[in-house]
């Protein structure tokens, strides 16, 4: 390969891996709003120590959203995903180009290691954890509902 089409490549691997940093921090960003948004819902009907019919807009605000956060962190996943794979596909290129060095065996070598000292924690991945915050919100949102309407 010729050395402008790996520039290219590494251009463009490092444009996407920037956006899918980005994907990340806005999938973040919104959940801690979202996560301070249920908060106040929930300190505002805890106010006055009693759940009442008066709460009902709070508890079904939370419950939406739980809701929202669902569709808003699967929408970025995706799109976190549609930049990961035009990474791993780039580097790719970049690894045949490179004829002294296998950057995926690099990248696998460090990657077995990583999941034998962390073996738990590399069995869980991130995105089930944002869809169990989000569904607990929506659970919490839920429950109080229907403590409002009793």
Do not use: C
Not at 131 to 138: D, E, G, P
């Amino acid at each position: 390969m010729t050395d402008y089409k790996e520039e290219i490549f590494i251009q463009l691997y490092s444009e996407h891996s920037a956006w899918s940093r980005h994907q990340e921090s806005q999938r973040a960003n919104i959940s801690n709003l979202i996560l301070t948004m249920t908060a106040m819902g929930i300190a505002l009907i805890g106010y006055d120590d009693v759940i009442e019919k008066s709460d009902l807009p709070f508890s079904v605000f939370i419950l939406l959203l739980g809701f929202f956060g669902l569709v808003f962190i699967h929408k970025y996943y995706v799109q976190f995903k549609y930049h990961d794979s035009r990474v791993e596909a780039y580097k790719s290129m970049l690894n045949e180009s490179l004829e002294s060095t296998d950057i995926l065996k690099i990248e696998k070598e460090s990657d077995r290691k990583a999941k034998e000292n962390h073996k738990l924690f590399t069995k869980i991945r991130v995105n089930y954890i944002w869809i169990a915050i989000h569904s607990l919100i929506s659970l919490a949102g839920l429950i109080l509902t229907i403590l409002a309407l009793s």
